[in-house]
């Protein structure tokens, strides 16, 4: 299983995303892959949505995010978990991104799809950029 994060998912539903062109070109790899997100990543990706980058149908996407494999609803112990990250990182990881990585400990995961280079601070996780 491999957790899809905001930047991948921008860059493949947003008109001029910079990483449009990558993450176009990584989704056929993906094709075989159970695949999981959650609320946060929901929320980053539907705020960077507007009338002027998406012509695309917001149900549409709205459903693709909710109907992944997984989509992890964290609770308020997940929040709480993410925060003692968000300490333990010393704020080098945003808050957003440890509620990522809690989402990931929950089900086990060690593989992200990201182009967010923050990632790459914590051990044992490998972070997908590129084939």
């Known amino acids: 299983m491999i957790f899809l ?3 991948y998912i921008n860059g493949l ?3 001029n ?3 449009s062109k990558l993450s176009k070109s990584i989704e056929p790899f993906l094709e075989k892959e159970s695949k999981i ?3 946060t990543v929901l929320v980053e ?3 960077s949505v507007n009338r002027y980058n998406f012509f695309g149908n917001v149900d ?3 459903n693709y995010l909710l109907n992944m494999n997984v989509f992890d609803f964290l609770t308020v112990d997940d929040y709480q978990k993410a925060f003692g990250l968000f300490k ?3 704020k080098s990881i945003n808050y957003a991104d440890c509620t990522i990585l809690q989402s990931m400990q929950n089900h086990g995961i060690t593989k992200i799809v990201s182009f967010d280079s923050d990632f790459d601070k914590i051990k044992g996780i490998q972070r997908i950029v590129g084939f």
């Open 88 to 90: 333990y990182y010393n």
């Open 13 to 15: 539903i947003l008109k």
């Open 45 to 47: 990706v539907l705020n």
């Open 37 to 39: 997100t959650n609320v």
């Open 5 to 7: 994060d905001t930047t």
């Open 60 to 62: 549409d996407l709205r």
């Open 17 to 19: 995303d910079v990483h």
